[in-house]
Nanobody, 121 residues
Framework: VQLVESGGGLVQAGGSLRLSCAAS????????MRWFRRAPGQQRELVAS????????FADSVKGRFTISRDNTKNTVYLQMNSLKPEDDTAVYYC???????????????WGQGTQVTVSS
């Protein structure tokens, strides 16, 4: 199983970016999907999460600016980031998903490789 992220890059303050994370490989089901980020010198932060049923949660720092969604037919989760702020949002963003490989197996956490988001002032 692999999680492949895309959509990072350089954007000006106030701009928008959309991150995507697609799960590939052989598996039975995908549960919660999440986006984390890690800024230089800081701990990893949970940014947003979405259940398989579509319920969402957001870090206070991104509420009202970011949205998370998923397309279960494409095994893909998205993070729409608006009104980006240089110091708050510049980080490497990581996709995370809980996946069960086969029916009856345990859920496991999988991570993407990370994608850099840089917001310039």
């Amino acid at each position: 199983v692999q999680l492949v992220e895309s959509g990072g890059g350089l954007v000006q303050a106030g701009g928008s970016l959309r991150l995507s994370c697609a799960a590939s490989g052989t598996f039975f089901a995908i549960g919660d999907m999440r986006w984390f980020r890690r800024a230089p010198g800081q701990q990893r932060e949970l940014v947003a999460s979405i259940t398989s049923g579509g319920s969402t949660n957001f870090a206070d720092s991104v509420k009202g600016r970011f949205t998370i969604s998923r397309d279960n037919t494409k095994n893909t989760v998205y993070l729409q980031m608006n009104s980006l702020k240089p110091e708050d949002d510049t980080a490497v963003y990581y996709c995370n998903a809980r996946i069960v490989i086969r029916h009856g197996a345990s859920w496991s956490n999988y991570w993407g490789q990370g994608t850099q988001v840089t917001v310039s002032s």
